[in-house]
């Protein structure tokens, strides 16, 4: 690729988890020029200071938020920042032209009422929310190509969705009988100082959190209803697993009517025939989270309890990647006509 | 206490992790006396050998199984035995007077025929089947004083069951609804030395095996009839966590009328009241793992989904102690008359 | 025993991992009784929800300090508090006479101004740092059972001495050659909230810290040349293992003439003859700091490397109770002439 | 790069996680063709169902070693086998004309002699050892570039070499001072089931093995002789720490005249001023090995401890990167002549 074809990008609050996954990702892309990396805490510290393992790979500084100057130097922003931090400039940006890729949910809800009761945040752009493409490229990939908004889905909607939507779509389950067991690595949390994220407190412990109360429980039921036309009810349960990397989602629903495995399977074979990034595993196989770690790939193993009617369906992911900054870059190769594997395999 | 009043106990298939812990607790408790500890595998060698952790603390060494000389000088043996390599030795010390309470799930079913397709083994002591008390103090507590066979319970089934019964034993719940979806450390899985046990293959990786057809589904459902007096269906997914010890078990429910969380607690708070090992968390706290390690408590956690007219109960077990060794002092307190917390706080 | 020859103890700084881990140890304790918690930052509050493993079983609440209060209800008072708060009121606690077993560093160096070199603290009490004796019991038990104030010694240099003294005591090596390698786990640190402590961080990971600058190097070679009588000077590297409890100390020093191993062996097994909690390992076994875990006992491993002239000897406790609360508590029994294992195995 | 110009390589003995780590590295580099992977153990098996994480990204199957075949398909072979095990086929390769790195230690020593006393094996090409060359490109670059056959280094030993060498090559150590205390996930013992690498056995566990015993200690000092022209002797000793990826190695030797930090860290500045793949932290950072985990950096910390003129260097590389695959491929470039960090950034 010549020179001048680099798609340039900008990453705004590029200290965190994710951040630090984009630039692990983008250093590999020979397509892509890294132009600005924003940080309101660190501002002039060095990517080293803060991403020790990046050391000796790039020689960019942190910089203050410049929406001008970023804007004039890139084609695209991965936006980063914490909830509610990114609508103004993010506003901005698409404004100016640039296409925004933003990772935080404030542009997944599809009303700033909704978006306000989850996040306590009052949303100040709502006017994009209906513009916004939810960044899911296996049932939203044509918008996305037109997007200039694309808000890229939570890691755990990411693992719940791919699961969940061949089986709503087709109307074989009944759409309020979900559940959505999911179990996390520590890394999905972010890079908050406090108390529970302690490695004292997580290291041997296993526990569960926010039960249905969790914030990936409304885009769920949203993208649920968006794409399959019905109302949907899911119980979420997320839970911290003493591990970095990796969400494992255990989706339990109830069947309409009885349907063999065999063809419980091939509604899946057939809903993501030809995705890049999604493995539907042999019969009898589960997915682990270690075999989809610092891969795009989501792994999807499907059983089935005929005695009780239930499906039950396992994805796993690894939340920094398929859950956040390689379904971002992703979304980046659908936005610039890139074959959508480039740089990430 | 004089000597000559200390129970004299016995331990078959020592070698493993419910023998170690049992060892291990036991050594700290004043009123027992440790006769014969057997080992298959390795007889003559020291305990040292085997547990290391146990240096200095007692000079037996593994024997093999010499059940007349066992009778002889123990009160009690601790069955540790693998599937089906107890079932005789045990009927014939149940026969020579000395009380067994079994570790392994040889006593735990009903009949040899769920036995045997569950375990793929022939019964060969099917009429003491029925003489077996199941070792769960909370629901069986008379019967285990008068036991002379106890089948101590699988450790997911304690943590399931302990969640479940109080729900199916008011009928508030629809016995049809319930999921349980559980998560163990791996000494769950025991000493055997396979490739999935690794420390490179559950190191940073979490995965659900053997999603319902887990062998301690039959048993949930079994003493879920046998104590609500009620036929229940339970979906059972059992999953591994990178940690070595805990269980924290997760169960849906649908409630047949609604109720408010309120109620469903003092259902619990009724349920268990005045019992030395079930903790019922303050409303809004849930269950760790790390809170009950090395301890013989239950922690129970109530939450519900008024939307879903859901409720979901969390508990956590050590499932070395309350899901085996410990719970096994606590039924041989209770044979022997002994304050039911002796040993065991 | 009778209820009035109880040992009343308090507990200054009960909030983090050493004050957690005494009362662990204690409430196991017939002969003791827990009087007064204090806690700066959280009075008030109940114990469980500082320490949820503890729910059930006590009834206190933190309280601020109160030293008149609790010199007149303890004849003990345990000193959990950082660096330097504690000087004052343990000061106090002694002239009251009450025994003060201080698990901080305060009162292990034996000058103000060392002290205030390493800790970077003006001693406020310097007449006491000669009354206080070393916690070590299995070099100055005479001592610690008449001492008002016991400075119970650093977890590092615990693992240390134990391996060092012998040697350096026969004079067999060159006081010089001392390098000691040390890992830790987690605990170790406290409950400081602090990035490179948070799970993300330690998981995976494996690090050094404070190379030939740790506060335990001065406190391991005063140590050396009071018992010794010679001087020493000892290289100490601590390194940080994604665990969270256990340190392993590996000691190399150059033996000033061959010995055999079997000789250097039979110095050990001479030092610590009878000791209750220290275990030297058989001939070509290491000590594995699991095997300590929970436990008082220090296990001691000892090699040689002939082509070199070294000896090496690795020695694991499990921090925080070899390492801090059940020495402290040994040191509790040899004060209160009680046996000393008591309240330990 | 134009298909016909790719290098065409085969894995020996490819189910190992050196195998593992090769197809992950190899499946991103465009200028590599895979043609055959050999397992002795699974042939006829898809990849798939032993490296369950690169399923869709290549559809070879294990196949038994034919020797003709896969030297007529083949510019290179890395050989994985366990020791031994590739001393004969590779002689075969070297002979067809096929280049190949060996993973294994076969022909990292010197002499059939030395080779037998360490692994207790016969050298059935004792010719071979003379031609082979050790692959550690930071000091045989130029000779790699001519190689038939490359021994690649063991992961150990790269850790401690590159840490040792600047030293030792300028004289400014004692060379029998030298004492590398090294730490390793669990990696770096292949996929061997036994029991000491069970997750139970290794899981918040620390522990040494082979101290001063092990077979990288030879591997070094022949090394360090070959390179400094000097003798040498180093104490090694190596542990196990529950992570599974990652080595840190500390070095500990005695400066023959005193060198200011300053010095010695400009030392080391020169010695690797230009390479691509060692790091050397700014003064007052330590290595962490998260920080080069699957990446083929090797980073490098230097303290002092004046008062024992003592220099203490540690060092971090990803065992299966640096320390075997990476490396493997960083050799690769380097016959080829392509640019070193193809492939590997």
Not at 33 to 61: F, Y
Not at 226 to 234: F, G
Request: net charge positive; with cysteine.
């Amino acid at each position: 690729m010549r020179r001048e074809n680099l798609i340039r990008v900008s990453i705004l609050g590029a200290t965190g988890y994710s951040g630090g996954e984009l630039l692990r990702l983008l250093l590999k892309d020979k397509g892509v020029k890294i132009q600005h990396l924003t940080s309101e805490s660190s501002p002039g510290s060095s990517v080293d200071s803060v991403h020790p393992a990046l050391r000796g790979m790039l020689t960019h500084r942190f910089e203050s938020l410049n929406v001008p100057l970023i804007a004039k130097d890139s084609d695209l922003v991965f936006s980063c920042y914490p909830a509610g931090a990114g609508i103004s400039p993010n506003a901005r940006f698409v404004k100016a032209g640039v296409k925004v890729i933003d990772l935080s949910a404030d542009f997944r809800l599809p009303s700033a009422q909704l978006y306000k009761k989850w996040y306590k945040l009052p949303h100040t752009a709502p006017a994009l929310l209906k513009k916004a493409v939810y960044g899911l490229p296996e049932y939203f990939r044509s918008q996305i190509a037109e997007a200039s908004l694309i808000a890229n889905p939570g890691c755990y909607a990411t693992a719940a969705l791919l699961a969940a939507l061949p089986l709503v779509n087709k109307g074989v389950i009944d759409p309020h009988s979900l559940i959505i067991d999911a179990k996390s690595g520590v890394s999905g949390a972010g890079k908050k100082l406090t108390l529970p994220y302690m490695f004292g407190e997580v290291d041997e412990n296993f526990q569960a959190y926010a039960i249905a109360s969790h914030r990936h429980q409304p885009e769920m039921e949203q993208i649920i209803r968006r794409v399959a036309k019905t109302s949907a009810t899911v119980t979420f349960s997320p839970h911290l697993v003493p591990m970095n990397r990796g969400i494992l989602s255990v989706l339990y629903a109830t069947l309409k009517k009885p349907l063999s495995l065999r063809d419980i399977r091939s509604l899946y074979l057939r809903a993501y025939e030809g995705e890049p990034f999604v493995r539907i595993l042999p019969e009898g196989e589960l997915p682990q989270t270690k075999n989809v770690a610092y891969s795009n790939y989501c792994d999807i193993g499907i059983t089935a309890d005929p005695r009780t009617k239930r499906v039950i369906v396992l994805s796993a992911i690894d939340n920094l990647v398929k859950g956040a900054a390689g379904q971002a870059i992703q979304n980046m190769n659908i936005c610039f006509h890139r074959p959508e594997r480039e740089g990430l395999v």
